[in-house]
């Protein structure tokens, strides 16, 4: 079912240090910061040769990641997003064995431009798992 790791989050209290941090301390192309009102945070892309690494603040009042900022006020890894060919198929497969999609269950068009679920962490051994259509 799975592909390539598409990219690593990590959610950051301050997006505009922690670009900063990739592309002036680490050395790395970082894209412009994108706001996603709709998935209630704001990303900038980190381009590394194999993967990204995409970096998100909270956006909003509702955002998803706020808690868990809550809990890490310093920033911390938040999902691994991996790629499957068909995301409807996947998802039919997961919940098939018990693992839980979250929300509706229906895909939502992700930073990309491309379908993505995400799934239960605690179904994942602590790990939120973000699938996305390639
Ligand atoms: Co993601």
Do not use: W
Request: charged letters at 20%; a negative charge.
């Amino acid at each position: 079912m799975l592909g390539r790791v598409n990219h690593v989050a990590i959610a950051v209290p301050d997006l505009t240090a922690a670009t900063a941090a990739y592309r002036d301390t680490l050395g790395a192309k970082v894209s412009q910061a994108q706001a996603l009102p709709e998935h209630g945070v704001t990303v900038v892309f980190v381009e590394l040769p194999n993967t990204k690494i995409e970096l998100l603040e909270p956006l909003g009042e509702n955002s998803p990641i706020a808690a868990f900022l809550d809990k890490n006020p310093s920033g911390g890894m938040h999902h691994v997003c991996y790629e499957v060919d068909d995301i409807l198929h996947a998802r039919d497969q997961l919940s098939a064995s018990g693992a839980r999609v979250l929300g509706s269950g229906e895909p939502k068009i992700g930073a990309h431009g491309k379908p993505v679920l995400f799934l239960h962490p605690k179904d994942f051994f602590g790990t939120l798992i973000e699938l996305e259509q390639v």
